[in-house]
């Protein structure tokens, strides 16, 4: 038997555009209609009024809470409040889109040329803001499958795997598997330089590199760390290594803009001009303090009246595959910034329609403590359209209409659920991305980077600091009987043992 062929299936739009980058094409980022047309919108009409909710959010929640919001948002612009973390204010990011210019982002672009045309395959180590954002950008604007497509398809572009957000070692060792005969090349990504699965991973791959290219390996690897301090610059003087900075004044999870993301994206040949344009554009609009013209401040305010009116989980769900990674991302960018005295709340990543056959009915009937934000994918890459059957014994000739194909129908996939949850006292909010490109997730993420900053003030704690994260941190040097944890690893020890162990 022969393999099988697409026969009826046009050329791919992801793969299509992903050669067309590699060609030098450009989307025209810098026109105005262009922009306008791929700007993405906020639509609050599921919030208001939820019919059998006796704490249903009303518009008049929103009003009463505008006051403090715009307050809040003149002081994030002048940099006041309990904004520092060791005396810094970290709201280097606000303005980043308009500081980076034009000749950075062409110096990034060029070390990346530089690296992917000598390497097969690339991988990132980092975690949490060293790693998410820069995994969900790459995955919201290529193929699903990326590495296996060929080089071509690919847009020129390596392989690109991650590494060092987790310790499993049967995960390392398979992504090892995948790097086995080939030329690799690594971008290690820590701020701080300690945080121990990022570290572990990058000295196992460094020994790999260096026992297979000894001296020459230190030109396959690049470390994006602190500029003056850490374990990791040391070692980087030490060994020759390329580095890039991370601003004193940008935290992790803000960080998807600076050399942190940067790289590995222009590795993976997005266009980063175009996604610089997008913060920037997002920038713009959230600058004004017009409370109801600004998406940031609109939709911090929801979620503040969503948590005071007891909503304490908020499901992120887009029906797009590729845009997962973005929800992933609001994951950490929001729990981490709100979780603070007992505050904030719980972002759960949705993929629909998937998570409603996992947990749809909880949703519609559960506890009534949630609120759903959809990022919805208006346009995908590609239309796949449902072919005429001359029985219709599965009935879905209704559906082959024309213009009708899985690319509008995937469109209910929000609307329906949006509909449906909300009779059920689920307020929910639509976020909507016109197309997969690099300029819509540079506003949503700017969009949302404003609005948890703005959810800090109106919470009353400092949205910048993650001492939470510090503290099981802290826990596992101390379990693992790291030199200066000795005492507290014995005190943990102890505590353990006179806990009720019960285990069968
Ligand atoms: O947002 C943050 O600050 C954190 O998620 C960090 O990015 C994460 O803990 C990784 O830290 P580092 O870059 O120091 O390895």
């Known amino acids: 038997m022969q393999g099988m062929k697409l026969i009826g299936f046009k050329e791919n739009k992801t793969i299509k555009?992903?050669?067309?980058?590699?060609?030098?094409?450009?989307?025209?980022f810098n026109e105005a209609s262009w922009q306008s047309s791929n700007r993405i919108s906020l639509d609050l009409t599921y919030l208001f009024d939820t019919p059998g909710d006796s704490s249903s959010i009303t518009l008049k929640d929103i009003e009463d809470i505008a006051p403090q919001v715009i307050k809040a948002h003149k002081m994030l612009k002048k940099d006041q409040g309990d904004i520092c973390d060791d005396g810094i204010p970290m709201t280097g990011w606000q303005t980043l889109p308009e500081e980076i210019t034009p000749t950075h982002l062409e110096e990034i672009q060029s070390a990346a040329q530089s690296l992917g045309s000598q390497i097969d395959a690339f991988v990132s180590l980092g975690i949490g803001g060293s790693y998410l954002g820069i995994e969900a950008t790459w995955r919201a604007l290529t193929h699903t499958y990326f590495n296996q497509l060929s080089r071509n398809e690919r847009g020129n572009a390596p392989e690109i795997y991650f590494l060092g957000q987790n310790m499993d070692p049967d995960y390392l060792r398979d992504t090892l598997d995948m790097l086995q005969g080939k030329i690799v090349g690594i971008n290690v990504i820590s701020k701080s330089g300690t945080t121990t699965e990022t570290a572990i991973a990058f000295?196992?791959?460094?020994?790999?590199?260096e026992k297979n290219w000894g001296h020459a390996a230190k030109d396959l690897?690049?470390?994006?760390?602190?500029?003056?301090?850490?374990?990791?610059?040391?070692?980087?003087?030490?060994k020759g290594y390329k580095t890039f900075p991370i601003p004193d004044n940008i935290g992790g999870r803000f960080s998807i803009l600076t050399d942190v993301g940067l790289f590995g994206l222009a590795i993976a040949n997005i266009d980063i001009k175009e996604f610089a344009?997008?913060?920037?554009?997002?920038?713009?609009?959230?600058?004004?303090?017009?409370?109801?013209?600004?998406?940031?401040?609109?939709?911090?305010?929801?979620?503040?009246?969503?948590?005071?009116?007891?909503?304490?989980?908020?499901?992120?769900?887009?029906n797009s595959v590729p845009l997962y990674g973005v929800a992933r991302w609001m994951e950490q960018l929001f729990p981490e910034s709100e979780g603070h005295s007992g505050h904030g709340m719980w972002v759960s990543p949705s993929l629909y329609s998937e998570k409603l056959h996992a947990n749809g009915q909880m949703v519609q009937?559960?506890?009534?403590?949630?609120?759903?934000?959809?990022?919805?994918?208006?346009?995908?890459?590609?239309?796949?359209?449902?072919?005429?059957?001359?029985?219709n014994i599965d009935g879905l000739n209704y559906l082959v209409k024309k213009g009708q194909d899985i690319n509008s129908i995937n469109r209910k996939v929000i609307e329906g659920p949006a509909y449906a949850h909300y009779l059920g006292d689920v307020p929910n909010m639509i976020i909507e991305i016109p197309r997969r490109n690099a300029f819509s997730l540079g506003e949503i993420y700017y969009m949302m980077e404003i609005s948890v900053a703005i959810s800090g003030y109106l919470l009353g704690h400092n949205p910048f600091i993650q001492p939470g994260v510090e503290d099981y941190k802290k826990a596992m040097f101390a379990l693992l009987d790291k030199p200066g944890f000795e005492k507290k690893g014995k005190e943990i020890k102890d505590k353990i043992s006179k806990m009720k162990n019960i285990k069968i």
């Open 203 to 209: 000295r196992i791959l460094r020994n790999v590199l």
């Open 17 to 28: 555009m992903q050669k067309e980058r590699a060609n030098g094409k450009k989307n025209p």
């Open 277 to 318: 344009a997008g913060f920037k554009y997002m920038r713009n609009i959230t600058m004004v303090d017009d409370f109801w013209k600004n998406p940031s401040l609109l939709h911090a305010a929801a979620r503040h009246a969503a948590w005071l009116k007891g909503k304490k989980i908020e499901i992120v769900a887009t």
């Open 221 to 238: 690897i690049y470390v994006t760390t602190d500029a003056t301090r850490g374990a990791l610059k040391n070692l980087s003087k030490e």
């Open 365 to 391: 009937q559960g506890e009534r403590n949630i609120l759903e934000t959809f990022i919805m994918l208006q346009e995908h890459d590609n239309t796949v359209t449902i072919p005429h059957d001359k029985d």
